[in-house]
């Protein structure tokens, strides 16, 4: 059996008594990054044996986690932060486990783009995911179609780029917009900055935008 068990985005409170009982029980622990993973399982004192899994290695090693899995261990998925899967490794590993008819289960738990969606003001009764945009090729033609959905749009972008992406928003979808930037969600500093894209222009112009970014921007009307 594999589980997938989210972690906190930021807050260590959000990780559920679930997700600390699947860790308990696991026989290993599989994680983007052991060094990440082995510290948030020493603040809960739970002592696994941790598997690499991440971008570089997730084809090579997909193949010894289904092994362990078929023998009868119970192995729990877990990244960085948030839900595995979620612009982030997972999706070749349960694709494997399910090929191979290994139980897979899902905990529900922390991921950034549900409390930014939800916390926008936006309507979230249909929305979009797409995560990071892709750099170059292709983020024309996505910007493209973000400017013309027919419902919210939520995206991922890392914060030296948060001006970038609102200037393309400004010449796609024009200025008055709506959009939402959630920053720091569950963190000290968690900032949810609603507006119209030139208001978040100009807010966002004013000093360096730091910490991990949602964007939410609303349906052209
Ligand atoms: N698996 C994660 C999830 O379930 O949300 C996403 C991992 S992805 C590599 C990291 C990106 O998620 C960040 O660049 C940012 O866009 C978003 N993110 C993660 N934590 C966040 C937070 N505390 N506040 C705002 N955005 C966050």
Redesign the pocket.
Same mark, same amino acid.
């Given at each position: 059996m594999l589980t997938v068990v +989210?972690t906190p985005?930021?807050n260590l409170e959000d990780i559920t008594l679930r997700a600390l009982r699947v860790l308990r029980e696991a026989d290993f622990v599989v994680a983007e990054d052991t060094r990440v993973s082995g510290n948030l399982l020493k603040h809960f004192d739970i002592k696994k044996p941790l598997l690499s899994f991440h971008t570089a290695n997730e084809h090579k090693a997909v193949e010894g986690i289904v092994a362990r899995l078929q023998q009868g261990q119970k192995g729990a998925l877990v990244?960085?932060?948030?839900?595995?899967g979620?612009?982030?490794p997972g999706f070749l590993l349960i694709r494997a486990c399910v090929r191979e008819g290994i139980a897979v289960e899902c905990l529900p738990g +922390?991921?950034?783009?549900v409390p930014?969606l939800v916390a926008s003001g936006l309507p979230c009764d249909t929305f979009t995911f797409w995560g990071?945009l892709p750099h170059k090729k292709g983020r024309q033609t996505q910007l493209a179609q973000i400017a013309a959905s027919e419902h919210t749009v939520v995206l991922?972008?890392?914060p030296h780029r948060l001006l970038k992406l609102l200037e393309e928003l400004k010449e796609h979808c024009g200025a008055e917009r709506p959009v939402c930037v959630?920053?720091?969600?569950?963190?000290l500093h968690e900032e949810i900055a609603r507006g119209t894209v030139a208001e978040l222009l100009a807010h966002f112009s004013e000093k360096a935008v730091k910490?991990?970014?949602?964007v939410v921007v609303g349906a052209a009307v």
């Open positions: +989210p985005i930021g990244s960085d932060a948030g839900t595995p979620i612009s982030d +922390p991921t950034a783009f930014a990071f991922y972008e890392s959630a920053r720091e969600l569950t963190k910490g991990e970014i949602v």
